[in-house]
């Protein structure tokens, strides 16, 4: 069963009978160790270079995390040919292909990698699976979603045409490749664990002799948090994922909080952008965070809500998390 603690909010200021609405944090939210390890890699390289420093694309979803660290002395740009001959660049945790630290050396720009360790151990089961193209090379089928920064890192991890993309079901069941009997399975960190098992069903079934990884590649932190969200959406009139349009693991908490029993469920960036109309109706309000949303989100939103609502909260944690991750080399 499910850990709970409940606690009792301010009531509203006003004089009005304020409704009564429950609200059922889902636990475990928020950041992941890997989101964290990025984070800290932008802000620990302003502390040791001084400001600037140049982040190759956004360091996680998140326009906070994103505009904080601008605040500390990060600039973000889209590619190396905007960071100047002597500046310090970060790889995003999203990962990169191989030909962006290729460049950056042949710039002699001082980089720092902060792929997370779990989308980088993904990159060496790719290369293993290639082999190098010799004998015992695989053909590999990457389950992703198309443009996706990890997607396109971890393609990038190999030459050309050494990965088919996989985008949904349809085309694990569509997919022709030249040689069936020599094929492997990776996957993206951030997808829906329903979605992901049947598309990896279709491909066994259809090719016996797939390799596949020896651990699931779906990450730890993405896995607990749509179980946390399962946890709660059977209760909630509605579930809030508070989480960037562009973060996939936000995206796919909607998509299990609407498929595990919740009448409603959306994703907002923040509290500013939150449409009280919503909430009419509410008695019970499920709230979680994506891996790449900060803690301070979401205390910012029950704040916002004690303020109208007389809330009564339960915290649900369905596991506890202790994972940490080093700093890259240069860093630690």
């Not at 904080?68 to 190396?80: D, N, R, Y």
């Not at 607990?224 to 209760?235: F, G, L, M, Y």
């Not at 979401?298 to 700093?327: H, Y």
Request: charged content about 25%; glycine content about 6%; overall charge negative.
């Amino acid at each position: 069963m499910p850990d709970q603690m409940t606690t009792t909010a301010d009531s509203a200021t006003t004089d009005t009978a304020v409704r009564s609405m429950r609200v059922l944090l889902a636990g475990p939210r928020g950041f992941c160790a890997g989101v964290d390890r990025a984070i800290r890699v932008v802000e620990e390289a302003i502390r040791r270079y001084g400001a600037p420093v140049y982040v190759r694309h956004e360091i996680v979803h998140n326009r906070t995390v994103v505009e904080t660290l601008e605040e500390q002395g990060a600039i973000f740009v889209e590619e190396l040919d905007e960071v100047p001959a002597d500046g310090h660049v970060v790889f995003s945790a999203h990962g990169v292909p191989k030909t962006v630290p290729a460049e950056a050396e042949r710039r002699n720009l001082l980089y720092l990698d902060a792929t997370c360790p779990l989308v980088s151990k993904v990159h060496r089961e790719a290369e293993r699976h290639y082999a190098d193209g010799g004998p015992d090379s695989r053909h590999i089928l990457m389950i992703g979603h198309a443009g996706h920064p990890e997607v396109v890192g971890t393609m990038g991890q190999l030459p050309a045409g050494a990965v088919t993309l996989i985008n949904d079901a349809d085309e694990a069941r569509s997919v022709q490749p030249a040689d069936p009997s020599r094929l492997a399975f990776i996957t993206q960190t951030t997808l829906s664990v329903d979605d992901t098992a049947e598309i990896v069903s279709i491909l066994r079934e259809r090719f016996p002799q797939i390799e596949g990884p020896k651990r699931e590649d779906i990450c730890y932190a993405t896995t607990n948090r749509q179980e946390a969200v399962k946890a709660i959406a059977p209760e909630s009139d509605l579930v809030i994922v508070i989480g960037s349009p562009n973060s996939s693991n936000s995206q796919r908490l909607r998509e299990v909080a609407e498929r595990s029993g919740a009448k409603r469920a959306l994703l907002v960036p923040r509290l500013n952008a939150l449409d009280w109309a919503v909430l009419e109706g509410v008695d019970t309000l499920g709230i979680t965070a994506g891996a790449s949303a900060p803690e301070s989100l979401v205390q910012e939103m029950v704040v916002a809500l004690s303020k109208r609502f007389d809330l009564q909260i339960e915290e649900r944690t369905v596991k506890e998390e202790n994972v940490t991750f080093r700093l890259p080399a240069p860093l630690g």
